[in-house]
């Protein structure tokens, strides 16, 4: 029994020794966590707090102090006045983005696999992304009415763009030698698409969705200041059409905070779908 324990001491101890180290990294964990978010928000702070300094004592109409403009949000948020405009925009956004990225997605991978059709396509689709969205809002209003169904088309059409470019793009760049390891076991070409096209496209087609996100944020607002009765643009229209300045300011200051978070939640999406590709190092 005395030869086993002094045996076994060693170990115990070494194990002793070794909790230590792990209980500091987990320790230190939290610390890194918040040296991350201070790197990447300490510009955001340093910002608004010039922007209250400047315009502490501001006395220009058109432009209020800070304080007065979150009092203003902060008031219309919680009486649900702006709240429920931007749950109504969100959901426009939602609804015109998952309709751009399936037609996107869908007709990318046809005309990226088909040549013939591509190069009969391409001529009106480099005119379409080159008209400016915004332009087309009243057109699209005026044409399908002023219900939420033309500002979600509005949305989609605008956003489709991108994501159907990223998409031909990531399909035209799969490797030669993979599609011809599909014809020589002659895959079924529905299990090609999903199993073989599909993923190697799918950085691009993530790429594409990402610089859509903005656009589809800009055309809701701009949708929603023709003819509108509800939503953020129309928060933001009422204000400035009724002068009150710090609402207007703080309709805009939302938007950029929603997009803000939006970009932000969809990294977080972006790492966790393309998980693969990070680890592979790819990027």
Known sequence: MTETALRTAPKLETTSRARPPQAQRVR???VQVALNVLQR??????VFALWWIAT???TNVFIPSLESILVSLGRDLSNGVIA????YSLGNLAAGLLIAVAVG????????ETKRLREIVDPVIHFFRSVPQAALVPLIIGAFGIGQGPKIYTI???CMWPVLLNTIDGVLGVEPTIRKFSKVYR?????HFRKVVLPAALPQIVAGVRVALPIGITVMVVSELFAANKGLGFYILNSSATFMVPETWA???LVGVIGYILSLLFVVLERRILSWYFKSGAK
């Open 28 to 30: 230190s964990r939290p």
């Open 41 to 46: 928000t300490w510009l955001i702070v340093v």
């Open 56 to 58: 502490a004592n501001s």
């Open 84 to 87: 429920s405009g931007a749950a």
């Open 105 to 112: 997605i869908i007709g990318g991978l046809i005309l990226g």
């Open 156 to 158: 989609a059409f605008a």
């Open 187 to 191: 895959i079924p070409r529905g299990l």
């Open 251 to 253: 309709g805009a200051l």
